[in-house]
Antibody, heavy 118, light 109 residues
Framework: EVLLMESGGGSAQPGGSLRLSCAAS????????MNWVRQAPGKGLEWVAYISSTGNTIHYADSVKGRFTISRDNAKNSLYLQMNSLRAEDTGVYFC???????????WGQGTLVTVSS | EIVLTQSPATLSVSPGERATLSCRASQSVGSNLAWYQQKPGQAPRLLIYGASTGATGIPARFSGSGSGTEFTLTISSLQSEDFALYYC???????????FGQGTKLEIK
């Protein structure tokens, strides 16, 4: 069974930092592309960042480019999102997601809540 | 950026009836379109990918159709557990600039 479990969410002040983690199990982690997706309270879904199976290719949404960094540790079956220079509009639930049949969001974690407020 | 527009915003249907949800893309996405179901407090669940292929474990009452810019999700006979939010999403772009529709809320009539 594919399992993805996010952690690291919490409260931060504007301009602050948080690091999210996503622990993967039930599949060969180093064979799959991974993504982060977020959802502001009461709002829709927004893709945040992509990383290839090897970590060599990375892409970001314009809204987070230059502030967020996606990475992975295939030896630890883990995905990360380093979030710097946080803004109020970064508030929301952050999901990690695994590719499935070329679709980038085939499997999802349960999400972790990030709140940016002074 | 490819914009996906879902209609209607809210759809009221009685249990046992058919529901038809639409998704229109601002430019062609081929068949690289997926549908998700989301219930309150839960992560989205993949229903359909490749515009018309059901994901593993998804009941046969869910079906998808369309290509290019016009897509439809049909739920043939609504069950109580189907009342939820539904999103379409395109994955046709590279570098990835994946986008979602704004969602359709399917509610009990």
């Amino acid at each position: 069974e594919v399992l993805l479990m996010e952690s690291g969410g919490g409260s931060a002040q504007p301009g602050g930092s948080l690091r999210l983690s996503c622990a993967a199990s039930g599949f060969k982690f180093n064979s799959y592309e991974m993504n982060w997706v977020r959802q502001a309270p009461g709002k829709g879904l927004e893709w945040v960042a992509y990383i290839s199976s090897t970590g060599n290719t990375i892409h970001y949404a314009d809204s987070v480019k230059g502030r967020f960094t996606i990475s992975r540790d295939n030896a630890k079956n883990s995905l990360y999102l380093q979030m710097n220079s946080l803004r109020a509009e970064d508030t929301g639930v952050y999901f990690c997601a695994r590719e499935y049949a070329r679709n980038p969001f085939g499997f999802w974690g349960q999400g972790t809540l990030v709140t940016v407020s002074s | 950026e490819i914009v996906l527009t879902q209609s209607p915003a809210t759809l009221s249907v009685s249990p046992g009836e058919r529901a038809t949800l639409s998704c229109r893309a601002s430019q062609s996405v081929g068949s690289n379109l997926a549908w998700y179901q989301q219930k309150p407090g839960q992560a989205p669940r993949l229903l359909i990918y490749g515009a018309s292929t059901g994901a593993t474990g998804i009941p046969a009452r869910f079906s998808g159709s369309g290509s290019g810019t016009e897509f439809t999700l049909t739920i043939s006979s609504l069950q109580s557990e189907d009342f939820a939010l539904y999103y379409c999403q395109q994955y046709n772009t590279w570098p990835p600039m994946y986008t979602f529709g704004q969602g359709t809320k399917l509610e009990i009539k």
